[in-house]
């Protein structure tokens, strides 16, 4: 199964279809999640609880605990509209809240730049050979390690 028709969000479009996806969800939109959405999406590499907490405090100018944050990035996790990058112990917005499947993270060695790409192909035969091993209900999580393009050019 491929994703031709499978949209990547940026800016507000991004936020419009996060906010619709956890809407879908029964959750509310609020002040605070869409500061930490704002916050997440704000970055170009994982983020932990603590970075996301640190950009929300800035940008509302009072201290957020990392504890509360934790617990939304928790639900967006949940919600399809954040990701945890396992291997970097982070999180990342997720770029198709409305599309449910398995990303493939790459993530640079050296800067910690994370690229995201799709592949249901190589993602659906590691759920298959999972299933066949007697696993149920598999959660591949498919995290690549190296060098990016911009720090092999160094
Ligand atoms: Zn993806
Ligand atoms: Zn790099």
């Not at 639900?75 to 982070?90: D, M, T, Y």
Request: glycine share 8%; charged share 25%; with cysteine.
């Amino acid at each position: 199964m491929t994703h031709h028709d499978h949209q990547l969000h940026q800016g507000d479009a991004l936020k419009d279809a996060a906010r619709d996806r956890l809407t879908k969800e029964g959750e509310q939109w609020t002040e605070m999640r869409a500061a930490v959405f704002d916050a997440l999406a704000g970055f170009d590499k994982p983020a932990s609880a603590y970075d996301v907490a640190e950009a929300v405090s800035k940008a509302q100018g009072r201290r957020v605990a990392a504890n509360s944050v934790y617990r939304i990035l928790d639900l967006f996790v949940g919600a399809n509209l954040a990701r945890r990058v396992e291997s970097a112990n982070a999180y990342i917005a997720n770029q198709h809240p409305d599309c449910l499947h398995d990303c493939i993270f790459l993530i640079c060695d050296t800067c910690g730049q994370t690229v995201h790409i799709d592949d249901d192909s190589l993602s659906g035969g590691v759920r298959k050979a999972a299933k066949s091993a007697g696993f149920s209900a598999p959660r591949p999580v498919i995290e690549v390690r190296g060098t990016c393009g911009d720090c092999e050019g160094e």
